[in-house]
Nanobody
Framework: QVQLVESGGGLVQAGGSLRLSCAAS????????MGWFRQAPGKEREFVAA????????YYKESVKGRFTISRVDAKNTVYLQMNNLKPEDTAVYYC?????????????????WGQGTQVTVSE
């Protein structure tokens, strides 16, 4: 059974940092693009960051550029999202996903495996 399990969420003050992890099991995703999305209460799920299969190409939502960094360690079958200088508007449930192609994927429709999500809450 294929699973993506996120961890590392929590409550942090504005300006703080969190590192999210997404551990895959059941198969390897070394040839897949991987991504992070988030969903705030009452809002649609939105793209946050993506990384291609080799890790040498990334893409970010404009509002997180310079603050968030996506990375991957295929030997651990794990993808990370380092989040610095967090803002209250970053509060959401964060989901990792595995794509059906090897490139940088920004559309929800291009992802076919999803984790269960981890809550990130940023206080004022």
């Amino acid at each position: 059974q294929v699973q993506l399990v996120e961890s590392g969420g929590g409550l942090v003050q504005a300006g703080g940092s969190l590192r999210l992890s997404c551990a895959a099991s059941g198969r390897t995703f070394s040839s897949s693009g991987m991504g992070w999305f988030r969903q705030a209460p009452g809002k649609e799920r939105e793209f946050v960051a993506a990384i291609n299969w080799s890790g040498n190409n990334t893409y970010y939502k404009e509002s997180v550029k310079g603050r968030f960094t996506i990375s991957r360690v295929d030997a651990k079958n794990t993808v990370y999202l380092q989040m610095n200088n967090l803002k209250p508007e970053d509060t959401a449930v964060y989901y990792c996903a595995a794509g059906n192609k090897s490139g940088v994927l920004i559309f929800i429709s291009t992802y076919y495996y999803w984790g269960q999500g981890t809550q990130v809450t940023v206080s004022e």
